[in-house]
Each structure stands twice: as structure tokens, then as C-alpha cells.
């Protein structure tokens, strides 16, 4: 690594709670600028009708010559597809290390991998179990290191989140509209459209997806409803309830077992597995806790949400979760949410990967 970079703190990033709502919309206007840039040179390439080929501007290539290592202990569709190819679009290489090539601290310790990984690559993208075993990657790696998933934390799927918001009218501020990035340079200082105060009710199992959405979407001025089983497993851990009160985000979340009360008013409503990896032993019980959970549209009608709720699920999705209906019908937002895992990772490959820039506190740097 070079010289220059080894005398500046290494950023990490584990979770939403780590960065200001600031930091956070940085991420979200770059994500969103990478995307519109980017998306021209992933179409077919066609020529203008006078004959030439359209000139088309270059996304960022701070990645170029650098290799980016993803250290994934579970399998993954959307998160590994995203890392991979973003990282290609900033130029660089992902190198893929899944559970036949490395278990951390099996044959040899994190400290010891951290330290043989970050000396060869120029990013970690670590998808692990126990939250522990990141931490400690962070804590030993001289590059960068990012939370791809742990057992408390998501924060790259609620990102991807927040932009789908951002990029639907329907949840915007009277009089914002959502501008396409123009123009030779940009700097961060833009701005995205303001959303108007949400609702957003979150219905199932508390886990990783739902632990950043309690640190982030408070702090951005929306109200979260949940409803879970009574039991304290499908609540949320003392750390992660810790990290919400630190932040005062406790004051706009409403905590309830039954479904349609926590549907009351709500313009998205949002849900995720029953069962994560690792909880297959646990499915029996898990169903039978979540029996009439199931988001469907007489569930809403009769909880009383927004005449045009909105849907989201962080995928893979099981019809107990969300009927047929519900999930591909209008209503529904998950691939659009989908789509933009690959963009809000990429936005944040270039930041803290290539630049080391995200928890720099400059909001004017050219990017």
C-alpha cells in the first residue's frame, strides 16, 4: 500500500449508526450520480443519427489497478453480484474468497488474515456471521474495511433502500423532483430531493436489516412501526437497542406484536426473512411464531395503511413472508431496491475504498 496512505487513519464502515445523516445523504448523492453514469455504458452501444458514437462520460475509476478482497463466510446473490461489478466499473478487481477458500479464524486468525488480505488488496468486503469477527477485521486491517453483513448489522441494504425512496415520487417532499447529474463536474455538495416524513412499518423478525433501519431512518425524520412476536429473540439485541437510544432514535419507534397496529398509517411497509442462515433447526417454531405476519393487502386495509402503501423486502423472499399479490403488484419495490444494492455499494467502493473519503468531514470535494 502506499506510503502516503499508511499515515492517514483507516476508515471502516460496520453500520449506519457509525456516520451523520450528512455522511449518510453524501453516499446516497453519489450513488445516485454513479448510476446515471454508469447506465449508458452498460446499454448496447448505438450510434447517434448522424453516424457517430455518442461520447460518454467516464465514472470514476479509483479502483483502477487495485484489487478489492470479498470475504464472504454465506452465500449471497444480490450482494456478491453488486460487489463484483461495481468494482469493474471503477476499474478494478473483486477477488472472491467464499468458505472453500478462507474461514476466518479456522487455520488461521482474523488478526493474521486481516493482516495478509489487507496487505494485497486495497479494500475487505466482509460478509460474516457473529458480528465479532468484523470488528476485529477492522481492527487489524491497514485498508478499509466494510460491513457486507453480519448477524447485527446491514447497513450497505438499507442504503440501497433509502435511494429506491429517494427515486419514487411517491414519497417526496411537495414540490421535489429528482434531478438527473449533468454537466463535466459534480461535487457533493448537491443535494438530493427531501423526502417528506415517512411512516414506515417494518413487520417480522428483527434482525440485521431492521437493526440499521432503528439507527438510520430516525435520525433522517421518519417514524418506524414494528410488530415481532413478544419473544425477546425477535427483538432487538441490547447492542443494537443501545446504539438506538445513544442516538435518540428510540423517540420515533413504535414497538408492537400485532401487524395491523403496526401498519397504522403507514407509506411503506417493509419485511424480510423469518428464517436467516443459520436458523434452518429453528423453522418449525419461527413459522408458527409468525403465523399471520404475512403481509397481504386485506392486512394493510384492515390495519388502516396509506391508500398507496408502498412495498420493500430485502430478498430472497418466502411466500409466508409476502403474498403473490402484494409482492410483484403494483405496490412493490423490491427489485427497484434490488437494483440499487449494485449502485450504493459501488458509491461507497469509490468512497472508502478508492479515496478513503466517507467519514471525512468535507461536504464540498470534487469527486
Partial sequence: MASAATKRAVPHLMTLADISPSQINRILIHAHYLKHVSLPWLAPQTKTPDGKTPKLRMPSQSLFNKSIALLFSKRSTRTRVSAETATTLLGGRAL???????????????????????GMCQGIFARVGDHEEIEELAKYSPVPVLNALSSLWHPTQVLADLLTLHEHPYFLAEGAALEIPTGKKRTIAGQLPSLRPLTVAYVGDSANVLHDMLVTYPRMG?????????????????????????????????????????????????????????QEAEKEQRLKDFSGYQITEQLCREGGAKEDWKFMHCLPRKSDEVDDEVFYGPRSLVFEESDNRKWTIMALFDLLFGKWTLTRPSESTNL
Fill in 96 to 118: 472472491f474468497l467464499g468458505r472453500e477458500d478462507i474461514q476466518l479464524g479456522v487455520n488461521e486468525t482474523v488478526r493474521d488474515s486481516a493482516r495478509v488480505i489487507g
Fill in 222 to 278: 421518519h417514524k418506524l412501526r414494528i410488530a415481532s412476536p413478544e419473544h425477546a429473540r425477535y427483538r432487538a439485541p441490547k447492542p443494537v437497542w443501545d446504539r438506538v437510544v445513544e442516538l435518540e432514535c428510540d423517540k420515533n419507534i413504535f414497538w408492537t406484536k400485532d401487524p395491523r397496529e403496526a401498519v397504522q398509517g403507514a407509506d411503506l411497509v417493509a419485511t424480510d426473512t423469518w428464517i436467516s442462515m443459520g
